[in-house]
């Protein structure tokens, strides 16, 4: 069974930091591409950032280049992403997801979320 455990959210004033943390089960991690999603309440699911198995190839939205860092663990099963310069509409529940590698590295943004089950996200919320 497929399980995507988020973690490190929480409540920071504009220009502070966050590292979050997603656990994975239920698959080869080492395997996949992952992402980071994040979505507000009433609002389509946002692709935030992914990165490639061999973590060789990341991709940003544009509003977080330069301040998000995605990263892998493939030794603790474990995707991180490390938010810096955080603005209030960062605001949103952080969710992690794998992909396919392919579309990472040749078909970014075009990166679907490979599986149909989600984790609980972290909340992350940014005040001015």
């Known amino acids: 069974q497929v399980q995507f455990v988020e973690s490190g959210g929480g409540l920071v004033q504009a220009g502070g930091s966050l590292r979050l943390s997603c656990v994975v089960s239920?698959?080869?991690?080492?395997?996949?591409?992952m992402s980071w999603y994040r979505q507000n309440l009433g609002k389509e699911r946002e692709l935030v950032a992914a990165i490639s198995t061999a973590a060789d190839t990341t991709y940003y939205t544009n509003s977080v280049k330069g301040r998000f860092t995605i990263s892998r663990d493939n030794d603790e099963n474990t995707l991180y992403l490390q938010m810096n310069s955080l603005k209030p509409q960062d605001t949103a529940v952080y969710y992690c997801?794998?992909?396919?590698?392919?579309?990472?590295?040749?078909?970014?943004?075009?990166?679907?979320?490979?599986?149909?089950?989600w984790g609980q996200g972290t909340q992350v919320t940014v005040s001015s």
């Open positions: 997801n794998a992909a396919q590698d392919w579309f990472v590295r040749y078909s970014a943004p075009d990166i679907s979320p490979l599986f149909d089950s």
């Open positions: 239920g698959f080869t991690f080492s395997r996949y591409a």
